[in-house]
T-cell receptor, first 116, second 118 residues
Framework: AQSVAQPEDQVNVAEGNPLTVKCTYS??????LFWYVQYPNRGLQFLLK??????LVKGSYGFEAEFNKSQTSFHLKKPSALVSDSALYFC??????????????FGKGTKLSVKP | GAGVSQSPRYKVAKRGQDVALRCDPI?????LFWYQQALGQGPEFLTY????????KSGLPSDRFFAERPEGSVSTLKIQRTQQEDSAVYLC????????????????FGAGTRLSVL
């Protein structure tokens, strides 16, 4: 089955500290992975994607994600968190086979709370 | 427009009413997706259009759900005889290329329509 797991419902960090939001995936073939952020009453905003190449992907707003094939993980990271980073974060994988090939399969989301 | 536009932003319907939700994708985008996001969950795929062709409707939960994109641009998601379990945020996304492509395939989302069925 093709799926994404975000094991943490919520992550709390202090402003200025590094943050990590975890994501693991299950998909056949090459994984194509995405991170989106959702602010209240707004749609999902694309942060970054992994297609191929370097395992460390850099994206918008200082975020990066590390692809680890052996651990089937794609954790989102940022060296220094800002209060304005507080939002809901979704990891997604592209479906690689079947009639829905090309669709995105999302995790259930992780709420990031950054305190001053 | 600069992004994907959805209307209305909020819709309250009485059980049994029909509703229509509109999506205006980014100009020139080939692909259009509809997702349903229940409270506390990630978006779940409903249906996919490539231009005006509805190529995948495997995620539509029942035959009360119907979507169209007659001219390959604006799309409408219609829900007939709404039920309480239809309450959710309905998200529309568009992409420059067909979903079969991997490169350049980023889905851009609208703000969604929050449907509440009483």
């Amino acid at each position: 089955a093709q799926s994404v797991a975000q094991p943490e419902d919520q992550v709390n960090v202090a402003e200025g500290n590094p943050l990590t939001v975890k994501c693991t995936y299950s998909v056949s073939g090459n994984p194509y992975l995405f991170w989106y952020v959702q602010y209240p009453n707004r749609g999902l905003q694309f942060l970054l994607k992994y297609i191929t190449g370097d395992n460390l992907v850099k994206g918008s707003y200082g975020f990066e994600a590390e692809f680890n094939k052996s651990q089937t993980s794609f954790h989102l990271k940022k060296p220094s968190a800002l209060v304005s980073d507080s939002a809901l974060y979704f990891c997604a994988v592209r479906a690689n086979y079947g009639g829905s090939q090309g669709n995105l399969i999302f995790g259930k989301g992780t709420k990031l709370s950054v305190k001053p | 427009g600069a992004g994907v536009s959805q209307s209305p932003r909020y819709k309250v319907a009485k059980r049994g009413q029909d509703v229509a939700l509109r999506c205006d994708p980014i100009s020139g985008h080939v692909s259009l997706f509809w997702y349903q996001q229940a409270l506390g969950q990630g978006p779940e795929f409903l249906t996919y259009f490539q231009n005006e062709a509805q190529l995948d409707k495997s995620g539509l939960p029942s035959d009360r759900f119907f979507a169209e994109r007659p001219e390959g641009s604006v799309s409408t998601l219609k829900i007939q005889r709404t039920q309480q379990e239809d309450s959710a945020v309905y998200l529309c996304a568009s992409s420059l290329v067909g979903r079969g492509f991997v490169a350049k395939n980023i889905q851009y989302f609208g703000a969604g329509t929050r449907l509440s069925v009483l």
